[in-house]
């Protein structure tokens, strides 16, 4: 185990008294100049591409690549029943997201709120992919499967989709 011989705690007091031996230099006049030249150009950019313009693009992005995602992982699924199964699931898990972010603007949600709840929702897809023990992918797909034991399926479908959801 290390020591701690000569070790303090980091506490505000402490940074405090470090940071007066070592005074700040004044901030140059350009700053605010500077700052203000920035607020006009963010008003202008802002008014040649609005942030909801912005916010439907990157809607209809985050739409194609799900779709993109969910057609490489049916060509490995079987095209009967277990399919159709498989395509009604996911269309009512989009229905219930497109549900929330409805929700959230017809709430007075703000395109931050909104952002933020899209950003949540691609991550939960994300986080659903990366987690998944090899074991319960093979619970979960086997049924999916015709009598397969072939591991390298399950493991080419999980990186498959997971390289296209991260």
């Given at each position: 185990?290390?020591?701690t011989d000569g070790l303090v705690p980091i506490t505000r007091a402490f940074l405090a008294s470090y940071y007066n031996k070592y005074p700040f230099p004044p901030l140059s006049d350009d700053v605010s100049r500077l700052s203000s030249d920035m607020a006009s150009l963010i008003?202008?950019?802002?008014?040649?591409?609005?942030?909801?313009?912005?916010?439907?693009a990157m809607i209809s992005f985050q739409t194609k690549n799900s779709e993109s995602v969910f057609n490489t992982v049916m060509t490995y699924m079987p095209q009967d029943f277990r399919g159709t199964l498989i395509r009604q699931q996911k269309e009512r898990s989009e229905r219930n997201k497109q549900a929330e972010v409805d929700a959230l603007v017809s709430s007075g949600g703000t395109i931050r709120d909104t952002y933020a709840l899209l950003w949540k929702q691609q991550m939960e897809r994300s986080d659903s992919?990366?987690?998944?023990?090899?074991?319960?992918?093979?619970?979960c797909w086997k049924p999916f499967f015709i009598l397969t034991d072939d591991v390298s399926?399950?493991?080419?479908?999980?990186?498959?989709?997971?390289i296209f959801i991260t």
């Amino acid at each position: 185990m290390a020591s701690t011989d000569g070790l303090v705690p980091i506490t505000r007091a402490f940074l405090a008294s470090y940071y007066n031996k070592y005074p700040f230099p004044p901030l140059s006049d350009d700053v605010s100049r500077l700052s203000s030249d920035m607020a006009s150009l963010i008003q202008l950019l802002t008014l040649q591409s609005p942030p909801s313009q912005a916010l439907a693009a990157m809607i209809s992005f985050q739409t194609k690549n799900s779709e993109s995602v969910f057609n490489t992982v049916m060509t490995y699924m079987p095209q009967d029943f277990r399919g159709t199964l498989i395509r009604q699931q996911k269309e009512r898990s989009e229905r219930n997201k497109q549900a929330e972010v409805d929700a959230l603007v017809s709430s007075g949600g703000t395109i931050r709120d909104t952002y933020a709840l899209l950003w949540k929702q691609q991550m939960e897809r994300s986080d659903s992919l990366a987690t998944m023990d090899l074991q319960q992918e093979q619970a979960c797909w086997k049924p999916f499967f015709i009598l397969t034991d072939d591991v390298s399926v399950f493991s080419v479908l999980r990186n498959v989709v997971h390289i296209f959801i991260t």
